[in-house]
Nanobody, 119 residues
Framework: QVHLVESGGGLVQPGGSLRLSCAAS????????MGWYRQAPGKQRALVAI???????NYANSVKGRFTISRDNAKNTLYLQMNSLKPEDTAAYYC?????????????WGQGTQVTVSS
């Protein structure tokens, strides 16, 4: 079992920056594919960025060039650096750890952290 706790959300003006963190319990941090998702009011949860256990990354088109996902396996922490924030980035942000191997799937979610971009 993995327990995830997000932090770093808040209110920021357009053009500003925030760094989200996702601290994980457990000793097998490095084996998971990790991602950040967001959900705005009235919308479905959507992928923002993902990083594999090998360190490969992928981003939603809407955040490419502005957001950077990274992981620190020594600190059991996943990050999302968000720059040049826009009002449309306003959402609850969730981290996710996922692994599927030999018929066994592990899928863990944090409780979410709110990001509000407004002047």
């Amino acid at each position: 079992q993995v327990h995830l706790v997000e932090s770093g959300g808040g209110l920021v003006q357009p053009g500003g920056s925030l760094r989200l963190s996702c601290a994980a319990s457990g000793s097998r941090f490095g084996i998971y594919t990790m991602g950040w998702y967001r959900q705005a009011p009235g919308k479905q949860r959507a992928l923002v960025a993902i990083i594999t256990s090998a360190g490969n990354t992928n981003y939603a088109n809407s955040v490419k060039g502005r957001f950077t996902i990274s992981r620190d396996n020594a600190k059991n922490t996943l990050y999302l650096q968000m720059n040049s924030l826009k009002p449309e980035d306003t959402a609850a942000y969730y981290c996710n750890f996922y692994r599927s191997l030999n018929g066994t799937t592990e899928d863990y979610w944090g409780q979410g952290t709110q990001v509000t971009v407004s002047s």
